[in-house]
């Protein structure tokens, strides 16, 4: 069983900034990568960026790419996603979630996620 709680959602200006944290809890955490996703008003939700964590490895959608900035903290079991030069089209929930280790399905797809935080909102203003 995995936890996940996100925090540091907001409200900003086009070109700002805001860093999302996902904290993890459980004794099975160890066996799992973590991925962000958002869910705009009236849209399906999308892949925003993962991280294989332990490797460093990173993914992220082509809208966030140079952007947003994924990465971990293992020591606190936290993942973070640094949000940088902000855009009124990534208003959205963003939930964070938890992809076991041995799974083979691609890194873009939720259902790819077994667990899954309560999300957080961001608003970007234009």
């Known amino acids: 069983q995995v936890q996940l709680v996100e925090s540091g959602g907001g409200s900003v200006q086009a070109g700002g900034s805001l860093r999302l944290s996902c904290a993890a809890s459980g004794r099975t955490f160890s066996g799992y990568d973590m991925g962000w996703f958002r869910q705009a008003p009236g849209k399906e939700r999308e892949f925003v960026a993962a991280?294989?964590?332990?490797?460093?490895?990173?993914y992220y959608a082509d809208s966030v790419k140079g952007r947003f900035i994924i990465s971990e903290d293992n020591a606190k079991n936290t993942v973070y996603l640094q949000m940088n030069s902000l855009k009124p089209e990534d208003t959205a929930v963003y939930y964070c979630?938890?992809?076991?280790?041995?799974?083979?399905?691609?890194?873009?797809?939720?259902?790819?996620?077994?667990?899954w935080g309560q999300g957080t909102r961001v608003t970007v203003s234009s």
């Open positions: 991280i294989r964590r332990g490797a460093g490895s990173t």
């Open positions: 979630a938890a992809k076991s280790k041995i799974s083979s399905s691609s890194w873009y797809n939720d259902f790819a996620y077994g667990y």
